[in-house]
């Protein structure tokens, strides 16, 4: 009976113990795949980390990429191109080369693509980040020598304005004694009305006020535009004396041909005088004899309102109440000689020595 019970606790204590291990072999397996989850999650969490490493090194590179190639990047442009070649008038050349020199110092950053490891990244970054404050540096260099530039060529454009409105102001004042002095001794007063519309229109601009404070091509274009009308304004003055000129050699050539005429007339009379609007001069035509009279007078007679003759140095004979010589705009003198048929003393067209 003993032997039984004992028989019987031994089999329930062994079936309890076979329990007991299937139990613990059961947790194994799900302890196992706890361990595993948990290094694939802390592998993924590194992996993870290591992602968003990476492209936080890539946003720093493209910021610093960026603005490297913002500051570093100088544009060409028509203003800055125009007041070079502006400045290359300049009689000192010092602004322009500072301007050109800065320009060539100023560091160059190419387009590039983000390097694919981290740590190129980062570095690249860095690098960058330097060149652009070696450009700022350069930047605020060539500003300096555009604004020098610029106010060198300022001054020069305030100089060659005011010297073009002196130039128009004498043009208009020497143009318009021109016109008046030919009026009413041209043939065609056409000529005088087309120079007056010219100067009227050079007036304008002259009284078309450019301040101090203008942009360098405003004055610049200003002193052009009056450079061109003054041109304008001294051709058609021209074209008013040249008509002048032609219409007093025209009344020359006139006088003389009736002078010519006259003493054709004179020298045919013949005998022991010579007759002159009616009267008897009591001498021969250009004669030696002093004392006769021109103009209604006989040979010994007083003077009339025709005056006397005198024989003057040259060996003309002249009429005393006139000065011998007269002289014209281009300093040539001209000795006065016998009277027309109206009986007046004009000057002889040429010359005299």
């Known amino acids: 009976m003993e032997t039984e019970l004992l028989g019987t606790q031994d089999d329930d204590a062994v079936a309890a113990g076979v329990g007991a291990s299937v139990k613990k072999r059961r947790w194994v397996p799900i302890a196992i795949a706890g361990i595993v989850l948990a290094g694939l999650a802390t592998a ?13 090194a890539l946003d720093t590179w493209q910021e610093a990429h960026d603005a490297a190639m913002k500051t570093c990047t100088i544009t060409a442009t028509d203003d800055l191109d125009a007041l070079l070649k502006t400045g290359d008038a300049l009689e000192d050349q010092t602004v322009v080369a500072k301007v050109k020199d800065a320009q060539a110092a100023m ?12 740590a190129e990244r ?17 930047t605020k260099t060539l500003n300096k020598a555009i604004s020098d530039l610029t106010a060198a060529v300022n001054e020069d454009a305030q100089a060659r304005l005011d ?25 065609d007063d056409k000529v005088r009305t087309s120079a007056q519309t010219t100067l009227d ?43 002048k000129v ?70 003309y004979w002249y009429n005393h109440n006139f000065p011998e010589y007269s002289y014209d705009e281009d300093g040539h003198r001209h000795h006065q000689i016998q009277p027309d048929e109206n009986g007046i003393w004009v000057d002889h067209l040429d010359p005299i020595p």
């Open 246 to 315: 032609a219409w007093e050699k025209a009344q020359a050539d006139t006088q003389a041909t009736q002078a010519g005429t006259n003493s054709a007339t004179g020298a045919g009379t013949g005998g022991g005088g010579t007759t002159w609007n009616g009267n008897t001069t009591g001498n021969t035509w250009g004669g030696n004899t002093a004392g006769g009279s021109w103009n209604g007078n006989t040979n010994g007679g007083n003077t009339n309102s025709g005056g006397s003759q005198n024989l003057g140095e040259s060996g």
């Open 201 to 243: 229109a050079l007036q304008k601009l002259v009284n078309k006020k450019v301040g101090q404070d203008a942009s360098w091509k405003t004055k610049a274009d200003h002193a052009k535009a009056l450079s061109e009308k003054t041109t304008q304004a001294k051709d058609a003055i021209t074209k008013v004396t040249d008509a």
């Open 107 to 118: 560091p160059t950053v190419k387009p590039g693509e983000a390097p694919t490891s981290r």
């Open 163 to 187: 010297a073009a409105v002196k130039a128009a102001t004498n043009q208009i004042t020497a143009g318009n004694e021109a016109i008046k002095a030919a009026e009413k001794k041209v043939a």
């Open 122 to 138: 980062l570095d690249e970054a860095d690098a960058l980040n330097t060149k652009t404050h070696e450009c700022t540096k350069a």
């Open 44 to 56: 993924a969490g590194v992996w993870a980390w290591n992602i968003h490493l990476d492209h936080q």
